[in-house]
């Protein structure tokens, strides 16, 4: 007779990799067909690109390194870093730079430091700093929400942007941002920066047709829609509670003080929690398992540092949103978090 | 002559101050973001690296040992001092292009590392070769590490090799292929950090196949049948 030798840990989820994957997926999609109807067909391009490059990066690697393809493909953690990162870039962003993001996120973040679970950065944001830093402008450049455009784009007219840069009649992303009255469409948050560092009060930067419901044209409903998506996933015990709930509290608190002290000068609350990337980074990205913090009271400080650096970087950075730098510089603390946050065994006392 | 031979090894792999050691990284990240600036440092390394080990060698019985480091310091920043002002005097562009990261290499450890490990106890001869290999290990690194980070963010070779080398270089200016939005991140440091990784990885992996290959007939042993059946 023999017994079966299992390592540890004995206590474990009821669910595989591949079944959590899935689950994200699920609770992505209402925030991604919402982006979709306000940015345009380019979302559903973005995807396909970005899927199709993270499956043969994917595959590529575990080639290299003399492992089964299928078994990465299986556990779609690469397809699920290739949909995070398709929808943070700009719908109508050429097509080169999705893949670069992709293939660097999946080759060098993920598979360099040994693949699944050992990378110690977020594959999805190193990829989008990456872009960001290499290329701000085609990064920086998000189409108007499509209500408040005079023309929307077709189809064909959005593959021949994303693949060629041009229109079928030769105009290119700049000349469509611009639009007929010469008014840049910038990002709520991008419009608010420039808008408040040349001295302007809140109410006269947010006088503008982007800023008509509470939190900016399209930008609110897509917040609304991950932070659903979100709620879903703590539902469902894919996710704890404690990083959402820390990265909300770390940007909403020192929001609050800031409308409190400055209301004219500051970024309200509301602005903060429900534009940018604050639902999707609270939900689906701070909570990627394998580079957040382990414990739970670790996982609320780790959640914490996030929020408070998103409200940092938005104020006082060169960025109009600190998402991925957040994130990124989240898990570079994260052994620390670890270190201290151990929880007690049981029978044993506390730190002393 | 033997020895010769082990100190080129050494210097230019086996040891490489920067692929092996991980020395003088500052310089090495700060100024490879063209081949002419990572030749141009590299060069300035190589020198003032000969002529501290010869000094520190041939001074190295009348020091006293406790205050052995200042001395060497003291001779590192002088041979510095003498290059950075011939690069002012002859190279003014690249003495430019470079700055503050001239004055730096006193600080770089690869040169006091030299100084202490091998000068201070070898011959002079000895150790100005030691001096020469290691400086041109340091600077093959510099020079693989600039061109990997032009190509990648410029899509150039030798772009400004004017400056270091005179009017003539201009030409040596290869376009390789045109790109309307540069790759910052391979010229800004970060990609110095990602490139000189996967240099280091490549360098890793010659090794474990010369390990292998060194390997394999030591395996193939094969044994006599000597029990009868």
Redesign the interface.
């Known amino acids: 007779m023999t017994f079966k030798i299992a390592a540890s840990p004995h206590t474990h989820q009821r669910r595989t990799t591949r079944q959590i994957m899935r689950l994200v997926y699920l609770a992505l999609i209402p925030g991604v067909i919402l982006q979709s109807v306000f940015f345009g067909w380019g979302v559903w391009f973005q995807l396909i690109l970005a899927l199709a490059t993270a499956w043969l990066a994917e595959g590529l690697c575990m080639r290299l390194r003399g492992r089964p393809m299928w078994s990465a493909w299986r556990d779609h953690t690469a397809m699920v870093t290739a949909v995070l990162l398709a929808i943070s870039i700009p719908a109508l962003a050429p097509w080169w730079i999705i893949v670069?993001g992709t293939a660097f996120a999946v080759i060098?973040v993920k598979h360099v430091y040994g693949g699944v679970g050992q990378n110690l950065f977020n594959p999805a944001m190193a990829g989008y700093v990456?872009l960001l830093?290499?290329?701000?402008?085609?990064m920086t450049s998000w189409p108007a929400p499509t209500m408040l455009t005079e023309h929307s784009i077709s189809v064909v007219d959005t593959i021949n942007l994303i693949v060629s840069g041009y229109t079928s009649a030769g105009y290119n992303l700049e000349q469509l941002r611009t639009g007929i009255d010469g008014l840049t469409m910038a990002t709520p948050l991008d419009s608010l920066r420039t808008d408040l560092g040349s001295q302007m009060t809140l109410a006269e930067a947010t006088d503008k047709p982007i800023f008509t419901d509470f939190a900016g044209v399209g930008w609110q409903w897509i917040n609304l829609a991950y932070l659903l998506g979100g709620l879903v996933l703590i539902k469902l015990r894919v996710i704890s509670w404690h990083i959402p709930a820390g990265v909300l509290l770390g940007l909403g608190l020192p929001a609050l003080l800031g409308a409190a002290f400055a209301p004219d000068q500051q970024i309200g609350p509301v602005l903060h929690l429900f534009s940018g990337a604050t639902m999707l980074g609270a939900f689906f990205i701070a909570t990627d398992p394998v580079t957040a913090a382990t414990s739970n009271r670790g996982r609320l400080w780790f959640g914490l540092l996030i929020g408070a650096l998103v409200y940092i970087i938005r104020t006082w950075g060169g960025y109009p949103d600190g998402v991925a730098f957040a994130v990124l510089l989240g898990n570079m603390m994260v052994p620390v978090i670890d270190k201290y946050t151990r929880p007690v065994v049981y029978g044993h006392r506390g730190h002393p | 002559m033997n020895e010769y031979k082990e100190l080129t090894w050494q210097g230019l792999w086996a040891n490489n101050p920067a692929l092996v050691q991980l020395l003088g990284l500052c310089p090495l990240l700060a100024v490879t973001s063209t081949v002419t600036n990572a030749l141009g440092l590299g060069l300035a390394t190589l020198l003032v690296l000969v002529g501290s080990n010869i000094t520190v060698s041939l001074v190295r019985d009348w020091v006293p040992k406790e205050i052995r480091i200042p001395v060497f310091v003291m001779v590192i920043a002088t041979f510095v001092t003498v290059i950075q002002l011939l690069m002012n005097a002859y190279v003014y562009g690249l003495y430019q292009s470079l700055g503050i990261f001239i004055p730096l290499i006193v600080t770089n450890c690869a040169i006091i590392g030299r100084a202490e490990a091998y000068a201070s106890k070898n011959p002079w001869r000895r150790s100005a070769f030691d001096g020469l290999m290691m400086g041109i290990g340091f600077s093959a690194v510099l020079v693989v590490l600039g061109g990997v980070r032009e190509i990648i963010g410029n899509g150039s070779l030798f772009d400004g090799a004017e400056l270091l080398l005179g009017d003539w270089a201009a030409g040596l200016r290869v376009e390789l292929f045109a790109v309307d939005?540069?790759?910052?991140?391979?010229i800004?440091p970060?990609g110095a950090f990602?490139a000189m990784g996967f240099i280091i990885a490549l360098k890793n992996l010659i090794d474990h196949y010369r390990e292998q290959r060194a390997k394999q007939p030591a395996k193939q042993v094969t044994r006599a049948r000597v029990t009868a059946q």
């Open positions: 670069i060098v990456v830093v290499s290329f701000p402008v085609q | 939005y540069p790759l910052l991140l391979a800004l970060p990602i």
